[in-house]
């Protein structure tokens, strides 16, 4: 007969998997039972084992099972033994057999639809170290293989393969407990990995397979030291000091392709990746998010689309930073951003032939650049969430760091500058009264105009309200280059290249 434990799922994979080592000592049997009671109040998951042997500075564990079962979903996870090891250093050394078994499949009819797969580790390096109440564990492996071994698919023995093999794998978690809150820290990587996956169901099949030169993924946080009480609705984040997390997730070059046959709907899609970041932080102050995807390349054919679909970048890039509310509302403005990068965007020559059939147009990528960063006085979250703030926010300053759009050979480029005075309300209609300047710069947009105009399109009056506006608020500073300036003071005068318009 099994004994059996309940415990958490998130604590467990992180204990499995990872940490930092400090220098005291530990012995097999506190391993051991850190192990067990990390994994607490998650009826979901259980984990048994058939026998425990503890003596001479060991710890040796029979059958290991881990279970979720959420009434729906069914995954059990087999190890034939783990071991716990004292080294004489104060560390313990966690032998796993490097064979076990996954077993994915449903609650309520678990022989008819499932897929059990074979793990298999090389290289596995793992230690525990710290102190009785203070355990930490690191994680290496050369290598981790799962390949589908059995499937039935509605009671029959479906057609497929998956094959997942990761290389150089490594990872560590710890923890560091501070009264009424804990310091979490994890990190998680490994150097590359294949992917092999094809099914075939006799009316429908799939085959896809990617190639990756690895990824990370590694962050921290400062977490309630009892997380039960963040379950609780009325929960207050303020009351807490201290609170913050910060995760980041970085991949490498990574190649993938993907066709696909369901019911005569075929079709195949391959991607490229040359690198892909996100990070991602924040605090009961500030909260703050990034992403980066350089060198992309994506390329489509589609049964029911008559024209494959092409689609490049140089980088797709994006960032935000904010402040949060806090419950008495803020006095002082402060800082915030946005940043958002699209360049060298390409949707190849078989789009550009639907809407440019001729090539009269420059068929260049398109970039567009854009930054700001400004100041805010932010209301308090109480009256935001009793709505009973007018504004999200009352913007006092912006600045225009970065503005590029290049497309179809014109280009534009600016920056600029501006504070907002809200005891002003009135010299601006309604809105606080602005102080600063903003200018903007264009080459190449008479001839773009000119092109559009030789192409016969149906917006003559299109483009003669443009030029008439070109004409009126820009001045020319070159062969097809423009230029306007807009300046207020602070007497809420308004100029226009040089000239007063208010």
Do not use: C
């Amino acid at each position: 007969m099994k004994t059996t434990w309940n415990f958490r799922a998130t604590v467990a994979t992180a204990a499995l998997l990872t940490a930092t080592g400090v220098s005291a000592d530990v012995t097999a049997d506190q391993v051991w039972q850190a192990f067990q009671s990390n994994f607490d109040d998650l009826p979901e998951l259980q984990f048994g084992v058939t026998s425990v042997t503890d003596g001479g500075g060991q710890v040796y564990v029979v059958d290991l099972d881990i279970t979720y079962d959420d009434g729906d979903i069914l995954i059990q996870t087999h190890y034939p033994y783990m071991e716990f090891v004292e080294q004489g250093d104060g560390t313990v050394r966690i032998d796993m057999s490097p064979e076990s078994t996954v077993y994915f499949g449903n609650s309520t009819d678990p022989d008819m639809d499932y897929a059990l797969l074979g793990a298999t580790t090389s290289g596995l390096n793992m230690t525990a170290s710290g102190d009785p109440d203070l355990i930490n564990f690191s994680y290496e492996a050369a290598s981790y293989n799962l390949t589908l071994l059995e499937m039935m698919d509605r009671g029959e023995e479906g057609d497929a393969d998956f094959n997942l093999n990761m290389r150089d794998l490594t990872s560590s978690y710890s923890t560091n407990p501070r009264g009424e809150v804990t310091d979490w820290t994890y990190d998680f990587g490994f150097g590359g990995v294949d992917l092999v996956f094809g099914y075939d169901s006799g009316y429908s099949m799939v085959d896809f397979s990617l190639q990756s030169d690895g990824t990370r993924m590694n962050g921290s946080a400062t977490l309630p030291t009892d997380m039960t009480v963040m379950e609780d609705p009325n929960f207050d984040p303020y009351s807490v000091d201290g609170l913050t997390f910060a995760a980041n997730y970085s991949l490498n070059h990574t190649a993938m392709i993907v066709q696909w046959d369901d019911y005569g709907d075929t079709g195949m899609m391959s991607g490229e990746l040359g690198a892909f970041d996100f990070g991602m932080a924040g605090s009961t102050e500030r909260i703050s998010m990034t992403m980066n995807a350089s060198d992309l390349a994506v390329m489509a054919q589609i049964v029911d689309v008559p024209l494959p679909i092409e689609l490049s970048a140089k980088t797709i890039g994006f960032g935000i930073e904010t402040p949060v509310p806090s419950m008495s509302g803020a006095s002082d403005a402060v800082p915030f951003s946005v940043d958002i990068d699209l360049e060298q965007i390409n949707t190849g020559e078989v789009a550009w032939s639907m809407v440019d059939p001729m090539g009269m147009l420059p068929h260049d990528p398109v970039t567009l650049q854009f930054g700001t960063s400004g100041m805010i006085l932010m209301p308090s979250a109480f009256d935001i969430m009793m709505g009973m703030a007018e504004e999200t926010g009352q913007v006092t300053e912006m600045n225009i760091e970065k503005l590029n759009i290049e497309a179809v050979g014109a280009k534009i480029v600016g920056e600029g500058a501006m504070t907002f005075d809200y005891s002003d309300m009135e010299s601006f209609d309604g809105m606080p009264r602005p102080e600063g300047s903003a200018s903007l710069r264009g080459t190449g947009i008479n001839a773009l105009l000119d092109t559009l105009q030789t192409m016969g399109l149906p917006i003559e009056d299109e483009l003669m309200g443009a030029r008439m506006m070109m004409g009126m608020f820009t001045r020319a500073t070159g062969d097809d280059q423009l230029e306007t300036t807009l300046e207020i003071n602070e007497a809420g005068e308004v100029a226009l290249n040089g000239q007063r318009i208010k």
